[in-house]
């Protein structure tokens, strides 16, 4: 079934990070992020060649219907 989400809109991170530059542990799918003071949610997390790339979702706005 379809949901209505009623002023509700996303905010959509992309981060490439190099490996060798971050101290903490790689983070999880799911898992909470704060960047900027804003609250996101881990998308998904890749690294290549060094590099980690982190998509990060994160949402605002009135409750859904």
């Known amino acids: 079934s379809a949901?209505?989400?009623d002023g509700l809109s996303s905010d959509n991170v992309?981060?490439?990070i190099k490996r060798e530059d971050m101290k903490e542990?790689?983070?999880?799918?799911?898992q909470n992020f704060?960047?900027?003071?804003?609250?996101?949610k881990v998308k998904t997390v890749k690294e290549?060649?060094?590099?980690?790339?982190?998509q990060l979702a994160?949402?605002?706005?009135?409750?859904a219907r």
């Not at 290549?48 to 982190?54: D, E, H, K, L, W």
């Open 58 to 63: 994160g949402y605002r706005g009135s409750g």
């Open 25 to 30: 542990k790689l983070p999880a799918n799911g």
């Open 3 to 5: 949901r209505n989400y």
């Open 14 to 16: 992309s981060l490439a």
């Open 48 to 54: 290549q060649m060094g590099v980690v790339f982190i």
């Open 34 to 40: 704060h960047l900027d003071k804003k609250l996101y």
